[in-house]
């Protein structure tokens, strides 16, 4: 793989990752809302689940998701179930008190799940994986997972931008109505989310 080709893989990995998207949003309102404790925790859980799923595309998996639609429809519905259930949670907590302390009544562990099972759930990663990021190498060309670890680290170093940037709105989030109000707007944007990815198929 040649070097412009490299860079045209940076650069396209780079804009995929500012585009705004579930993980942005989410990593943003839990870093702001829980700490920057749990958001960096999330990231490690979203960082395995991409690892995962390139590691899946590399034994093949990735390839019969993108060649029977059924089973790309049915991890996308699952994701979308997982959404809604995540905006029913954000909902419900932001009524309970506890939720609006410091750590907002949750711990790392809580963070690192959502994370790993949201993008375990991911389809278009393993469509990625499978299908934009063999277009980057010549035939024959083995060097899949050395791309599959440069797209893990850009996107980690996005996640954790935004974990840092997030985190530091702790401080005018420590109101109880704020973080309430915080809690809403999380549900409702996940709710927005879950619903523009069920009618997009």
């Known amino acids: ?70 089973l ?21 907590d932001a009524g309970n008190p506890a939720h609006h302390l410091p750590g907002e009544g949750k711990d790392g562990r809580a963070g690192f799940r959502r994370g790993l099972v949201a993008n375990l759930l991911n389809p278009k990663a393993a469509l990625f994986f499978v299908v934009v990021l063999p277009g980057f190498l010549p035939p024959g060309d ?9 797209y893990l680290g850009i996107a980690t170093a996005v996640h954790l931008g935004i974990v840092l940037a997030a985190g530091g709105l702790r401080g005018w989030l420590a109101d109880p109505a704020v973080s309430a109000r915080m809690h809403r707007v999380q549900a409702l944007a996940l709710t927005a989310v879950a619903l523009w990815l069920y009618v997009r198929g």
């Open 72 to 92: 790309y429809r049915l991890l996308q519905l699952a994701g979308v179930g997982f959404l809604l259930f995540l905006a029913w949670e954000s909902w419900r």
């Open 142 to 150: 083995s060097g899949a997972l050395m791309l599959a670890a440069v």
């Open 1 to 70: 793989m040649g070097a412009e080709g490299f860079a045209s893989f940076l650069l396209t990995v780079l804009v995929l990752e500012l585009t705004p998207g579930p993980n942005m949003a989410w990593l943003a309102l839990l870093s702001a809302t829980a700490g920057r404790g749990a958001g960096l925790a999330a990231v490690a859980g979203i960082s395995l689940g991409l690892a995962a799923q390139a590691l899946l595309a590399a034994l093949g998996v990735a390839a019969l998701i993108a060649a029977w639609p059924g």
